[in-house]
C-alpha cells in the first residue's frame, strides 16, 4: 500500500477526530484518554485485514485540543447556524461531534474556511452514505464559517 498524502492524513484526522469526540460524549472517558486510545488502535491499525487510514496525529490533537477548549463558543456558533428549535443538544450525536471538530477548525483559523467546508461534508458522507445530512452539514458549516472568519467570504 503506498504511502497517504498529507492531505489524506489530515482528512484522516479528521474523521478520527469525529469519532473521538463522540467517544468523549458518549463514555466518561477524558480526551486525553480518548486521544492516547486512537493513537495506539486506530492510526494504521489492522484488524480483520483492514488496514486503518494513517492519519495526521498532530492535527488530531489540535483538533480534540480546540474543540474540548472552545466547545462553548463552537457550541453558540453551531446554535446560531441550527434551526431555532433544534438547538445543538437535539441534533444527531454524530452532527454535533463533526461540528464541533469542524468549528474548532474555524476557530483556530490555520485552514481556509472552503478547505473546512470541503472536508466535514466528506466527513458527513462517510458517516452518512445515502441520507440528506451532508446537505444539512454544508448549510450549517457555511453559516459557521461566515461567523467565525467573515473576512474569507
Known sequence: MKSPTKRQMKSAARLYAVQALFQMEHSSLSADKVRVEFEDHRFGAIYE?????????????RLLDDAVNHQARIDQMTDRALVAKWPIA????????????????????????????????????????????????????DHMAREAQPEAF
Open 90 to 141: 437535539r441534533i444527531d450525536p454524530t452532527l454535533r461531534a463533526l461540528f464541533r471538530a469542524a468549528g474548532a477548525e474555524l476557530v483556530q483559523r490555520a485552514t481556509p474556511p472552503r478547505v473546512v467546508i470541503t472536508e466535514y461534508v466528506d466527513v458527513a458522507h462517510a458517516f452518512f452514505p445515502d441520507g440528506k445530512e451532508p446537505r444539512f452539514v454544508n448549510g450549517v458549516l
Open 49 to 61: 485485514g483492514d488496514e486503518m487510514m494513517e492519519g495526521d496525529v498532530d492535527h488530531f490533537r
